[in-house]
């Protein structure tokens, strides 16, 4: 009796593997997958008198193929569950067997990836349950052979979801975040600056220097890569002499400028900072005989110029609101000076200031 039965069940194996257009190489329990891959979860959908003898069936038929049933019964199949994937992975398939039709079954089989379906009706034909339990065992057992082998079976789940008359589900509108105020450190904040330093620059012809500490105070608002305001630039020279063979010139020059200031923090604790702006630079000028010369000493002079700068600087963060300034910048008197003096009924040049001169900077800042 059992021999008769295992050839009946190959025939109609046979069978369904043609109708269902799959092919599988034959696999033992051993190679078809890792343990934790085995799992295939079946719904059967039917009277408690009807599911037991179904899922013996199958659980003879998938024995040989290493896998292990989760099964569940139910007097109702919703369809949208069945074409609507769950969180739930790590299975081969999931199985819907529907027995409740008195003429036929109808078989759902869901891939792993719960994107493609196959739906099959097996036909009962007068009081054959036996026989259509086995051809049912046999399309389940030969869709899980052909996914444990790599293949694949059914269609797009869209297209069943479509073929069953079926709604797609409503996806919920994503509720709208409230608006948050803008992060603290995208804000303007209020900065200070107040360094000194010196500074350093070709003064004129012949070719002299003017050089002499600097003190600077800045101000403005910042965000996070951003900065501006506004700066005043406070200057003393040492004084600058000249000498020649009857006549000596003492010049010293102090001013303050007034100036915009931007910058951009191109990484961190590094800011790179553009200044422009004028002012005026007061000079005392006082000239006088040399030891061999004849010249007559004059009363020192005072005069004001009015001056244009402009300096690229780059701001170093040394640590916890101390900062190195460095600027290269460049200052134009908007009046040409030169000093001279008469020896012997001729005029001699002393000196001549540059009308445009280059400008050193290095200053310690402490910011607050």
Do not use: C, K
């Not at 105020?181 to 330093?197: E, N």
């Not at 305001?229 to 040492?238: I, M």
């Not at 010369?293 to 005072?302: D, K, L, V, Y």
């Amino acid at each position: 009796m059992n021999r008769t039965r295992r050839g009946h069940r190959w025939i109609v194996s046979g069978v369904i593997l043609a109708q269902l257009g799959l092919w599988a190489p034959t696999l033992d329990a051993q190679s078809v997958a890792p343990a934790e891959r085995r799992l295939v979860d079946v719904s059967i959908v039917a009277t408690a008198e009807s599911t037991a003898p179904m899922q013996r069936v199958l659980e003879d038929l998938l024995g040989w193929l290493g896998v292990r049933l989760t099964t569940t019964s139910t007097t109702d199949l919703d369809l949208q569950a069945v074409v609507t994937p769950a969180p739930v992975s790590g299975r081969v398939a999931r199985v819907w067997i529907d027995l409740r039709q008195p003429d036929r079954a109808t078989v759902f089989i869901a891939d792993a990836t719960w994107e493609r379906i196959l739906i099959r009706h097996v036909l009962r034909e007068g009081n054959a349950d036996e026989i259509q339990r086995e051809a049912i065992g046999h399309i389940v057992a030969a869709a899980i052979e052909a996914l444990l082998a790599g293949g694949r079976i059914g269609v797009d789940r869209a297209r069943i979801r479509e073929s069953l008359g079926l709604q797609a589900p409503r996806v919920a509108a994503e509720p709208r975040a409230p608006a948050v105020p803008a992060a603290a450190s995208d804000l303007p904040r209020a900065w200070a600056d107040i360094g000194a330093g010196g500074s350093v620059s070709p003064y004129g012809t012949p070719l002299t220097f003017a050089a002499g500490p600097i003190v600077t105070i800045a101000a403005g608002a910042r965000t996070r890569r951003f900065s501006a305001g506004a700066a005043v630039l406070l200057d003393y020279a040492v004084p600058i002499v000249v000498e020649t063979a009857d006549a000596g010139l003492r010049v010293q020059p102090r001013g303050a400028r007034f100036l915009g200031v931007g910058g951009y923090e191109v990484a961190r604790g590094i800011e790179l900072r553009a200044t422009v702006g004028g002012g005026v630079e007061i000079v005392d000028a006082a000239a006088y005989p040399t030891r061999n010369g004849s010249f007559q000493a004059e009363p020192p002079r005072t005069i004001a110029l009015g001056v244009f700068r402009a300096d690229g600087q780059v701001r170093f963060v040394l640590r916890e609101h101390l900062a190195l300034l460095l600027g290269l910048g460049v200052e134009v008197e908007l009046a040409r000076v030169r000093y001279v003096a008469e020896i012997g009924g001729q005029f001699e040049s002393l000196l001549a200031p540059w009308p445009v001169r280059p400008v050193l900077t290095v200053a310690i800042v402490a910011s607050m």
